[in-house]
């Protein structure tokens, strides 16, 4: 049995509910974004650089990235867990699975980190 | 519980419903989009730090290649999204059923299709 010490909530209802959450902020954020610049195809520099400095958009975004971090963990440990397994790999998989989610947690939160730079620049 | 059951967890012998099909590629797209946003936030950073770094990267959404990346990554985006109602909808017991999960994977694939469609014409146009 996989010991469940590397989930994000240390229990399932926890990680179903972030989850959900985050997919909600990520499909508006999304949405609104996709939408805003099909809808502006002829956008400038100084258009997109003042709504990028509005503090508005700035929430909405760190939100976001927030979001992505806790929404994409919760789905790499998933699959890290279904399939970096003991039972498909040998025992070798254990260091390999602790691995490959120290390297994920690292970048996800490399990426908040880097869009709070972008954002605060 | 017993050790001795008869089991085959191997998936390559097993027929998978359409159902498995679009689970294991929410999972596929979910890790592209981990990686995508790499590009993204490189993008957000280029195009916010100066004028022509901004011009820049607009002209490389304008090549053949820039074109199909941003194709290929709103496509599996769409494709995500549209997995994720699937299953936000299933959440409030919608299509919980075997019938109804098989229409709502079906469901999910022609519209993300349609997207994808959809997002190929207006970048042409």
């Not at chain 1, 998989?93 to 880097?114: D, E, K």
Request: with cysteine.
């Amino acid at each position: 049995m996989v010991k469940t010490v590397t989930n994000w909530g240390r229990n399932g209802v926890a990680d179903w509910l972030t989850q959900r959450l985050s997919a909600l902020i990520l499909l508006s954020y999304a949405v609104v974004m996709i939408g805003w610049i099909a809808m502006n195809p002829n956008m400038d520099y100084h258009q997109w650089k003042n709504c990028f400095s509005s503090t508005p958009l700035k929430i909405y975004t760190l939100l976001a990235l927030l979001s992505l971090t806790l929404h994409a963990w919760i789905g790499l440990w998933s699959v890290s867990t279904d399939y970096i397994t003991v039972r498909l790999m040998g025992n070798k998989a254990t260091l390999l699975r602790l691995l490959f989610q120290g390297v994920c947690a690292t970048i996800l939160v490399a990426y908040v980190i880097w869009g709070i730079l972008i954002l605060w620049a | 519980m017993k050790d001795k059951r008869p089991t085959n967890l191997d998936i390559s012998t097993i027929a998978l419903p359409v159902t498995a099909y679009t689970s294991i590629m929410h999972r596929i797209s979910g890790v592209i989009l981990f990686v995508g946003s790499f590009v993204l936030l490189f993008g957000l950073e280029q195009s916010l730090s100066s004028e022509r770094q901004f011009l820049t990267l607009q002209e490389c959404l304008h090549t053949w290649w820039g074109q199909i990346s941003v194709w290929a990554g709103l496509s599996v985006l769409g494709y995500h999204m549209l997995a994720g109602c699937k299953h936000l909808l299933m959440d409030i017991g919608i299509g919980e059923s075997l019938r109804g999960g098989i229409t709502m994977a079906w469901t999910t694939i022609a519209l993300a299709f349609l997207w994808s469609l959809a997002v190929a014409g207006w970048l042409l146009w």
